[in-house]
């Protein structure tokens, strides 16, 4: 796929990327699963930069489900430690492409170390203005609205919101996503055709593109494969073709 096939004002504003198949890539190779995501942290960076380079403004890593602490401690230990390495690693990447850091999820629940070291990445990047990566950590999408609906009640409660001023935008605003505009491309790697609890609401009219391609091969090319094959679909939000 070439760069110049695409349309590079027409790129999606916000991608988001159920990062799937770093298990089975090792044990392809009859690896441990562990080394399958060291491999994978290589797929984040070209991702990152590749979409930093072509002026995609947002973009959001699946990086590590509530779902996901249910997996052997050493396979935890190893994301929460591969974490907060490639945190440090990649600060001159994020400040050289002038990438903001953020993350959404449950973020109390990750280890003491890598709560600091993400502070300190959010805070050193907070200022970039050319791309928002988000990192979603310890996140789940039903705990996420669960959380919303919570806050919603409470200022009702208070006497603070009417039932009747309750709407879509209210919903939004009380998501960990509420600053970011809704998810135009969701990409899911490993042959897995499953949204798996990430980002439900903000997906709503989304375009979906799953690929066979296991997380760690997944290279700027297959990127640039994903954004063709978005740039050639019609989205037409309820509408008629004739209507757009
Ligand atoms: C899914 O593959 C991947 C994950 C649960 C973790 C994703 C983590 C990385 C890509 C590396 C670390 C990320 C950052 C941002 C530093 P899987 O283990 O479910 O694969 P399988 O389905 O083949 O078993």
């Not at 959001?60 to 591969?82: G, H, Q």
């Not at 993350?103 to 959010?122: I, M």
Request: glycine share 4%.
């Amino acid at each position: 796929m070439e760069e110049s096939l695409l349309d590079l004002n027409r790129l999606p504003q916000h991608i988001a990327v159920i990062m799937d198949g770093n298990g089975r890539w090792a044990k392809k190779q009859g690896l441990m699963r562990v080394r399958g995501h060291e491999k994978g942290t290589k797929a984040v960076r070209e991702t990152v930069e590749t979409c930093a380079e072509l002026g995609v403004k947002f973009l959001t890593l699946y990086a590590f489900s509530t779902e996901n602490w249910k997996r052997p401690k050493i396979e935890v230990d190893t994301l929460m430690k591969l974490l907060v390495s490639s945190l440090r690693k990649e600060l001159p990447t994020l400040q050289k492409h002038s990438i903001s850091l953020s993350a959404v999820g449950s973020l109390h629940l990750l280890p003491e170390k890598a709560q600091r070291e993400l502070k300190e990445v959010v805070e050193l990047t907070k200022n970039n203005k050319n791309m928002s990566l988000t990192l979603a950590l310890s996140y789940g999408s039903r705990e996420e609205l669960t959380n919303a609906v919570k806050l919603i009640a409470e200022e009702v409660v208070k006497g603070d919101l009417e039932l009747d001023d309750i709407q879509e935008a209210t919903i939004n605003n009380h998501l960990f996503t509420k600053d970011m505009p809704d998810v135009d491309l969701m990409i899911r790697t490993s042959g897995e055709h499953r949204i798996s609890n990430f980002l439900l609401w903000q997906i709503a009219y989304a375009e979906l593109y799953f690929t066979d391609v296991l997380w760690p091969d997944f290279r700027k090319e297959d990127m640039l494969a994903a954004l063709k094959n978005y740039q050639d679909r019609e989205r037409r939000f309820g509408k008629t073709s004739e209507q757009l």
